[in-house]
């Protein structure tokens, strides 16, 4: 019976459609965890104390789950779904186009608006976490927010499109039972070809993080940071060679020689930086 169940679990989880909008949860539980190692002693006691009080259960309390929080509340909160990421077009780059002009941050920033992207949406969480008159249920969900889209940003494909949905509408021919998209490759197919344990994967790209990167990473902002993750994704994703568009007839693209090495060092990489620049937020934010 036991192995019946498990056969019908696996078959399950073989067709399941994988996280089609951000690193999947590892990436995102080994960012915070490489965060965490650089909170200045006031920031992380301001962190532990904020995700202490809060009683949601849409996902784990702990820091690396809460990471993902934000995909989790997409599921019934679709006004927020453009907010993980920046569609830069391929053929015509305009951050601010695809920030749809960097509109003014509603008040509280959790109500909008909807037509603002990732870049956005950081730098309005982190002013709102800093601000010790917002609201403690606001500023709680500013955290959590912010937690996850600082990671989302360094997902190449969060911050460039082919008209193809950031890869989502390009099938790989990879081999094996599961369907994966360009997408959902650099989401988790990546990320677990390093290492599929988020703890141990978090401790190595900590400990390989140099003084010297960690100063040349906290260079920036959202907008810069935005723009080296499109040069990324023109330099080491779409060069793939998939078509530009979403054609529902599209034959599956098999990986160019040496693409899936790359794409390991590229994602160790946008990893490192993503959790030395959340620290870097909520330092400023809390520390
Ligand atoms: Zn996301």
């Given at each position: 019976m036991r192995r019946l169940i498990l056969s019908a679990l696996l078959a399950a989880a073989a067709v399941m459609p994988t996280s089609a909008l951000a690193w999947g949860r590892e990436g995102h539980a080994v960012i915070a965890q490489i965060a965490r190692g650089y909170l200045t002693p006031k920031a992380a006691a301001a962190v532990d104390a904020m995700l202490a009080s809060d009683p949601d259960t849409l996902t784990p309390p702990d820091l690396g789950a809460r990471a993902s929080w934000a995909d989790a509340w997409r599921k019934d909160h679709r006004e927020t779904t453009e907010w993980h990421f920046v569609d830069t077009e391929l053929d015509q780059p305009d951050l601010a186009a695809a920030c749809f002009g960097f509109p003014a941050s509603a008040t509280p920033a959790s109500a909008g608006p909807e037509k603002d992207c990732v870049v956005g949406r950081i730098d309005a969480f982190a002013r709102e976490l800093a601000?010790?008159?917002?609201d403690a249920a606001e500023r709680l969900l500013a955290l959590k927010f912010l937690l996850h889209f600082v990671g989302d940003l360094h997902q190449p494909l969060h911050a460039a499109d082919n008209q193809d949905r950031g890869g989502n509408c390009v099938p790989l021919a990879?081999?094996?039972?599961r369907t994966v998209n360009l997408h959902s490759y650099w989401d988790t197919v990546a990320v677990e070809a390093i290492d599929p344990d988020a703890d141990r994967l978090a401790r190595t790209l900590a400990a390989e993080i140099t003084p010297a990167q960690r100063k040349v990473w906290e260079q920036g902002d959202a907008r810069t940071w935005a723009l080296e993750s499109f040069a990324i994704a023109k330099a080491s994703v779409y060069t793939v060679g998939s078509k530009p568009g979403c054609a529902t007839d599209a034959a599956p693209v098999a990986l160019p020689e040496g693409y899936g090495d790359t794409a390991k060092r590229v994602v160790a990489e946008q990893l490192k930086k993503a959790g030395v620049r959340l620290a870097l937020e909520l330092n400023r934010a809390l520390g």
């Open positions: 601000d010790p008159k917002t990879l081999g094996g039972p």
